[in-house]
């Protein structure tokens, strides 16, 4: 059972403009959420984290905004770089998860120049 | 920032051998240290949870005699797969999540390609 949804696989978006990369979650004990991006063949990296205590969190060009009542997320890229370019994984976790994480299935931002 | 670092970063064996892949945090220390597994395309798989000194928790549908997971350390953990199949074809990747500071960061490893011919 997928608890972490990244509906959207894939995204296209120009290079200075916003990206905006979503996130459903099912679990209404998740309590913290994180974005990675990961490069092929190699580890996620930690991007920027939100507890649900907050419903923003603002990190140079990315933003992660927080919907509880909706269980969503999302993260915004202002302006969008082709460095970019990288899978992203949007993970939560909870007190009722041993502080576990579950991860979506990714969403794969290309910036075209 | 914290590191991780694993070892091989790719590996090729034949099939019915073991492989041991190595996951060290080279400067923090990390309690608790976590397997996941990548197939092409699809989302990070939590395998194991691995706590210094103790046994390895697994995931549903992970089976724990084939991934052995040791955390002999606070900086050191392995998983070996053993009688490798080539269904077992893969990138893993670890994580260490640190005892101080924000305690629900996780870093990853590079990970390691398991190819089983």
């Known amino acids: 059972d997928q608890q972490v949804k990244q509906n959207s696989p894939s995204l296209s978006v120009q290079e200075g403009r916003i990206s905006i990369l979503n996130c459903d979650y099912t679990n209404s004990m998740f309590d913290y959420f994180l974005w990675y991006k990961k490069y092929p063949a190699e580890g996620p990296t930690f991007l920027i984290s939100i507890s649900s205590i907050k419903d923003k969190n603002e990190d140079g060009r990315f933003t992660v905004f927080l919907n509880k009542s909706a269980k969503h997320l999302s993260l915004h890229i202002v302006p969008s770089q082709p460095g970019d370019s990288a899978v992203y994984f949007c993970?939560?976790?909870?007190?009722?998860?041993?502080?576990?994480?579950?991860f979506g299935t990714g969403t794969s931002l290309t910036v075209i120049p | 920032g914290a590191v991780v670092s694993q070892h091989p970063s790719w590996v090729i064996c034949k099939s019915g051998t073991s492989v041991k892949i190595e996951c060290r945090s080279l400067d923090f220390q990390a309690t608790t240290m976590f397997w996941y597994r990548q197939f092409p395309k699809q989302s990070l798989m939590l395998m194991a949870t691995?706590?210094?000194?103790?046994?390895?928790?697994?995931e549903q549908g992970v089976e724990k005699d084939k991934f052995l997971i040791n955390h002999a350390s606070l900086t050191l953990s392995t998983l070996t797969v053993t009688s490798a199949h080539p269904e077992d074809s893969s990138f893993y990747i670890c994580?260490?999540?640190?005892?101080?500071?924000?305690?629900?960061?996780?870093?990853f490893g590079p990970g390691t390609r398991l190819t089983v011919t």
């Open positions: 994580s260490a999540r640190t005892i101080s500071g924000r305690d629900y960061e996780q870093y």
């Open positions: 691995s706590n210094e000194g103790s046994k390895a928790t697994y």
């Open positions: 993970a939560a976790s909870g007190m009722n998860t041993g502080n576990q994480f579950y």
